[in-house]
């Protein structure tokens, strides 16, 4: 029960990575005020979640939104000890084809979001000696075709948080997590596309990854509340990759060994 009596908002916890952060932060003891874009999807999940949850909905593409959700949370928690800036944004394409309606749509959720939901509640988090887990990418460390503006939001992700660090201790803690291909709605719908199947997207990708799958959420929530707990008191300002190894390289066919004496 690390987080017994702490108070604790994640953003897009609605679903994937989020949801799952907020599940295990119940199990172990947390209140946990929920964001998700609509007040209906926040419900929605809320009522499946239970337990001791309060419902933050919001959008936090925009100043204002973040705002909002961040004065919902402390109202209603009493104050704030961890915050987990999960929303995300994905999508893109070839340069060529890119508008600005897209850059705005991808940086303003995944960058903006992230500033600015910290910056409302960075107060309540300095009273409480609390911490902040920014969830980036493995793609804020290694490029993808047609990812051009994702990667950049989420390196802009990783390059905060190192910037946060620095600038919020020793008060503050600040880390990011690099998920990299985790079952979630967004894998399984670029799956769908690449592959058409799930399972035909997931063999392929598997292959390229040295641990030989796709993650589960609940995977990434056990990295989220680690960075979020006491038993990383001393650990700030790192990208912490829980990517099955994607980034680490490619992985070689794996060879047989010969009997002795064969040729």
């Not at 999940?45 to 949850?53: K, M, S």
């Not at 985790?182 to 997931?202: C, E, H, K, P």
Request: glycine share 14%; net charge negative; charged share 20%.
């Amino acid at each position: 029960m690390r987080f017994e009596g702490k108070k604790v908002l994640v953003t897009g916890g609605t679903r994937g990575i989020g949801r799952a952060a907020v599940e295990q932060f119940l199990a172990e003891g947390a209140t946990v005020a929920v964001n998700g874009r609509s007040a209906e999807s926040v419900a929605a999940a809320l009522a499946q979640i239970g337990g001791a949850t309060l419902a933050a909905p919001g959008d936090t593409s925009t100043a204002s939104g973040c705002r909002a959700i961040v004065e919902t949370a402390l109202e209603g928690l009493g104050g704030l000890d961890v915050l987990v800036n999960n929303a995300g944004s994905g999508g893109g394409g070839a340069v060529e084809d890119l508008d600005e309606d897209i850059w705005d749509q991808i940086i303003d959720t995944n960058l903006k979001g992230t500033f600015f939901c910290t910056k409302h509640a960075l107060e309540a988090l300095k009273q409480a000696a609390g911490a902040i887990v920014n969830i980036a990418s493995v793609r804020a460390v290694q490029g993808a075709h047609g990812a051009s503006i994702y990667c950049a939001s989420k390196g802009g992700v990783v390059a905060m948080t190192k910037a946060w660090a620095i600038e919020f201790a020793p008060d503050v803690r600040v880390n990011a997590v690099l998920p990299g291909a985790i079952d979630t709605d967004m894998l399984q719908a670029l799956a769908v596309r690449s592959a058409g199947s799930v399972d035909a997207g997931y063999e392929a990708l598997s292959d390229r990854i040295v641990m030989g799958r796709v993650a589960r959420p609940r995977e990434m929530a056990d990295v989220i509340c680690y960075l979020a707990s006491e038993q990383a008191s001393y650990v700030t300002g790192i990208a912490m990759l829980a990517d099955g190894g994607l980034a680490a390289g490619t992985p070689g066919v794996k060879q047989t060994a010969k009997p002795k004496g064969a040729s």
